[in-house]
């Protein structure tokens, strides 16, 4: 399967090049679990193509954290791999994806010879604390009706759509609340006039 090196311009190229040698590229359909809680990280994942999920689940319920989108990787894998510890989130592919998995025994070679590599995970690091930032003022300054307007747009700003096949009870997983209060909520937008909803599909009008 060949691969666009362009996707991996922000490395080195003698590094991409290093990558591309050692490192298993995988088509992953929409849906799948590509990591759970509590697996040790084997491969670090750079998504090349689609969209990946990355969620924490707190007794029956799921909080989404962040996505990767493509030329990005997981902070939080990063982080499990290189402390040997097992990981603490779930990612799910959100669209059919391509992914390619570093293997984790080279990084501590290709972080030591190549040392820009901190650079994609420090950057990653600054985006997701910055996102944590914009989550938290949504919680404490919004209402439920925007958070979820606002978390609807982006869905399909990231999959390049102005609708999003989505349930009912798998928004209320993303917001962290209950599905009986999205549903009101999604009736609320609808009445108006920001988004219609059919056949299981969320559209954004306005």
């Known amino acids: 399967m060949e691969i666009d090196k362009k996707v991996l311009s922000f490395l080195n ?32 994942p750079i998504v090349l193509e689609g969209l990946v999920k990355v969620y924490s689940r707190f007794e029956e319920k799921e909080l989404l954290l962040y996505y990767i989108e493509q030329s990005q990787s997981c902070v939080m894998s990063f982080y499990a791999a290189r402390k ?32 820009d590599l901190n650079d994609l995970f420090f950057n990653q690091y600054n985006l997701r604390y910055s996102e ?3 989550t ?32 009912h009870g798998q928004l209320a997983n993303e ?4 599905r009986e209060v999205v549903s009101r909520v999604l009736k609320k937008l609808e009445t108006d006039g920001k988004i219609s909803q059919n056949a299981g599909e969320v559209k954004i009008i306005s």
């Open 13 to 44: 190229p003698k590094l991409v090049d290093s990558i591309l040698k050692e490192s298993t590229l995988k088509e992953v359909p929409k849906g799948a679990e590509i990591l759970r809680e509590q697996q040790y990280v084997k491969a670090l």
């Open 132 to 134: 944590l930032l914009d």
């Open 175 to 178: 917001l962290g609340t209950a």
């Open 84 to 115: 040997n510890t097992p990981s603490k989130i779930f990612a799910q592919t959100e669209e059919d994806s391509k992914i390619l998995l570093l293997p984790v025994e080279y990084l501590p070679i290709w972080l030591k010879e190549y040392p």
């Open 136 to 167: 938290i003022s949504h919680l404490l300054l919004n209402k439920m009706d925007k958070r979820l307007y606002d978390h609807l747009k982006t869905k399909t700003t990231l999959l390049n759509s102005n609708a999003v096949k989505i349930s």
